[in-house]
């Protein structure tokens, strides 16, 4: 069964620093992996899908990284801003046309202005 | 493209109560997913449509859930004889590769 973790559970940065979060999955049997954002009370904004042939994929500020055999993925965030602060998720689609996604727990950023 | 969109956005109701929701799906898009979140977690899987037909269910959908696409373009998940253990955000989405969701359904059950 596949289990997705995301450590730290809560990360509070100052504005304007680069941080890193961190997603890891136990099975890399994977199709893809999406990264998420959530506000509070709200449903899901897509950020970054990254192919399970894919090793990173950029947008603006964000860019994530898949390293499929080591089960781990990152998104990097440039240059923070408090309309930065939000949960993170990262879910992962299996191989083998099973479509559902598995998500992690997710990490809660709060940026310190 | 109007995004995926989800109705009512919050729904209190006692015990014992059904409760049906409804999602429309961006127009394009034949894939159509369902997911419970509870606070603190991330969503669950409960099932998945393509077209009208109804690919996979999850053991978390009881014989108490169940969900309908019918002419293949909005879904429908109703809740039977709700339980305080179903209070929850519901999630739909929809795609054909990148899952894009809606803004959920939030349900307290007294």
């Known amino acids: 069964k596949q289990e997705v973790t995301q450590i730290p559970a809560a990360l509070s940065v100052p504005e304007g620093e680069n941080l890193v979060l961190n997603c890891s999955f136990t099975d890399s049997a994977i199709y893809n992996l999406q990264w998420f954002r959530q506000d509070p009370g709200k449903g899901l904004t897509s950020l970054l899908l990254?192919?399970?042939?894919?090793r990173e994929q950029t947008s603006g500020r964000l860019n994530a990284s898949l390293d499929k055999s080591s089960g781990r993925s990152t998104l990097y965030i440039a240059a923070s801003q408090p309309g930065d602060s939000a949960t993170y998720l990262c879910?992962?689609?299996?191989?083998?046309?099973?479509?559902?996604?598995?998500f992690g727990t997710g990490t809660r950023l709060t940026i310190i202005p | 493209d109007t995004g995926v969109s989800q109705n009512p956005r919050h729904k209190i109701t006692k015990r014992g109560q059904n409760v049906t929701f409804r999602c429309d799906p961006i127009?394009?898009?034949?894939?159509l997913y369902w997911y419970r979140q509870t606070l603190g977690q991330g969503p669950e899987f409960l099932t998945y449509?393509?077209?009208?037909?109804?690919?996979?269910k999850s053991r978390l959908l009881s014989d108490r859930f169940s969900a309908e696409r019918p002419k293949g373009s909005f879904s429908t998940l109703e809740i039977q004889r709700t339980e305080q253990g179903d209070s929850a955000m519901y999630l739909c989405?929809?795609?054909?590769?990148?899952?894009?969701f809606g803004p959920g359904t939030r349900l307290l059950v007294l």
């Open positions: 449509f393509q077209n009208e037909a109804q690919l996979e």
């Open positions: 879910a992962v689609r299996p191989d083998f046309g099973n479509e559902k996604l598995t």
């Open positions: 127009s394009e898009h034949n894939r």
């Open positions: 989405a929809s795609g054909p590769e990148t899952q894009y």
């Open positions: 990254i192919q399970s042939s894919q």
